[in-house]
């Protein structure tokens, strides 16, 4: 894996819309509700938690199967609350995993979330001196 992420983006109107593009991948269009943008795709702060969502459960399931455990389905909601003030990003997320497994314990998914945050999810190792992650989880058998 190269230490170089490159990407590159394009307004395509007359707002603030945006079209990204990661190597052969599919565009991903990023707008602003009005009056700044059409609301047209994601805004960059819903990428942000996707992102978040995404790279935690992908750690949080590396983990688990270094443990022996498996997962069957692994869902991730989040909710961010932002700051009322500019620079208007999160001042709080709230992170709600749901898993699917027959052998995976509280202790095992405490474990693995204090390890992905840690040291194994960049994405919530950079969020977590600015804002406040809030984790819960539940595990259904």
Not at 32 to 51: K, M
Request: with cysteine; hydrophobic share 35%.
């Amino acid at each position: 894996m190269s230490n170089v992420l490159s990407v590159s983006v394009k307004r395509i109107d007359d707002k603030i819309k945006f079209e990204g593009v990661v190597k052969n991948n599919p565009v991903i269009t990023v707008d602003y509700p009005e009056p700044y943008g059409r609301g047209e795709g994601y805004t960059s702060l819903e990428l942000l938690l996707i992102s978040l969502c995404t790279c935690s459960a992908s750690s949080i399931t590396l983990i688990s199967k270094k443990m022996q455990k498996s997962i069957e389905d692994f869902k991730v909601e989040a909710i961010g609350i932002r700051r009322t003030e500019h620079p208007i990003g999160f001042e709080n997320i709230k992170l709600n995993f749901i898993i699917k497994s027959n052998n995976l314990l509280n202790e095992d998914i405490d474990k693995a979330i204090k390890i992905s945050e840690d040291s194994l999810c960049p994405v919530w190792n950079m969020l977590k001196n600015s804002v406040k992650i809030e984790c819960n989880y539940s595990i259904i058998s």
